[in-house]
């Protein structure tokens, strides 16, 4: 029977009310040996994914390993957009066998749950794997995420996705939350986020609004 279509967004699609992000292992020491991704990209993309949903109210778990110890703190392009959020400190590498871990995912009740951070062969792959065994529908943003090896980060990022991960970008992300140009409350958060932080895309928003006054959606 042919399918009718509907002006309905996909079941599989995110918006701000209907997931938590989970940012895990942004850390100076964790960095320093990520060579998938450059560093200054790894940043930006973590401070755009971080504002989006700090934005959208998506809720967020911001979580260290061995902060003080060894890793050092998490970057600021992550702790800025949530002043005053305790950063859950662990020991173990894989984020999900961490108790207040689990009891913040717990208190947040989304069965949706979207990662990034590093390294995704390690504290990515750990915790999606173990989020899929329990039931959870699991996103990871793999542009934001990074590892010690191009190979390490796209055989960590094939094993999450073999077992039913979703793989998405960061730009994807925030622009998959505002979604429709006309929901006007967020449309100037969601351009001053591309602006700042999207890159090529950012400075074709830049220049068209400057040049002649355009915007998405003829807005």
Known sequence: MMPTATATPGKTLLSGTDHALVLIDFQSQMAFATKSIAAELLRNNAALI??????????????????????????????????????????SMNTWEDAAVIEEINRLGRSRLVFAGLWTSVCIVGPVLSAIDQGFETYVITDACGDISEEAHERAVARMVQAGARPMTALQYLLE???????????????????????????????????????????
């Open 50 to 91: 971080a504002n989006a949903a700090a934005g959208f109210a998506v809720p967020t778990v911001l979580t260290t390993v061995a902060e003080k110890s060894f890793s050092g703190p998490m970057f600021t392009e992550i702790t800025d957009p949530f002043p005053g959020q305790a950063l859950l400190d662990r020991t």
């Open 177 to 219: 939350l505002q979604r429709d140009w006309a929901r006007g409350e967020t449309y100037e958060l969601t351009t001053g986020i591309a602006r700042q932080w999207g890159g090529a895309y950012g400075l074709g928003v830049t220049y068209a609004k400057t040049m002649f006054g355009a915007s998405e959606g003829g807005r």
